[in-house]
């Protein structure tokens, strides 16, 4: 029996509109699941800069500083101890090494490019000698020279100091 050319061509526009149905069903779906992939990614971030702005890491007023710390007392290793000291406190140390000479009796901290965190870095590291030697193409933004006096710092290099010995 041969089926009507009208009634078979009803058929055919019958059986696309259910796969039309079928795929736009699948098409909300993969939408749906995207968005609420988007969504838990979006919560996951704001989770994680609360919990960095609140661990004492990352600070809203704190601008990075990047510093170098250089050995001014011919104690082997000390800068490098210090320069650890100080990334466990957040500060970003570019370098170390040894001062031009080993004679410095206490340490210095050197401003060598503007930043507003300068004389807050000063209090947090307990130096008392400050100097401003700025110059326009200086690599970092401060210079501690380690003197004699680093036990005074606040960063308790004493105790690492004589594990290097």
């Not at 009803?10 to 509109?17: F, I, M, P, S």
């Not at 007392?73 to 466990?88: C, F, I, R, Y």
């Not at 008392?128 to 960063?155: S, W």
Request: aromatic residues 6%; hydrophobic residues 40%.
């Amino acid at each position: 029996m041969k089926v009507p050319f009208r009634y078979a061509q009803e058929r055919r526009v019958r059986l696309g509109k259910r796969r039309k149905k079928r795929e736009s069903g699948v098409l909300q779906k993969s939408l749906l699941a995207l968005s609420c992939i988007v969504l838990v990614l979006c919560a996951a971030s704001i989770a994680f800069g609360f919990y960095l702005r609140h661990s004492g890491r990352i600070h809203e007023d704190w601008h990075p500083i990047r510093i170098e710390v250089l050995n001014g007392t011919g104690e082997t290793g000390l800068a490098q101890v210090a320069a650890d000291a100080l990334m466990k406190k957040g500060i970003d140390v570019f370098r170390t090494g040894n001062a031009e000479r080993f004679t410095y009796s206490e340490s210095i901290l050197i401003a060598r490019r503007e930043n507003p965190q300068f004389e807050r870095l000063s209090r947090v590291l307990g130096c008392g000698c400050t100097v401003r030697q700025l110059k326009k193409n200086a690599i970092v933004d401060a210079t501690l020279i380690l003197g004699a006096d680093y036990n005074e710092l606040k960063l308790d290099l004493s105790a690492r100091a004589r594990l290097i010995k």
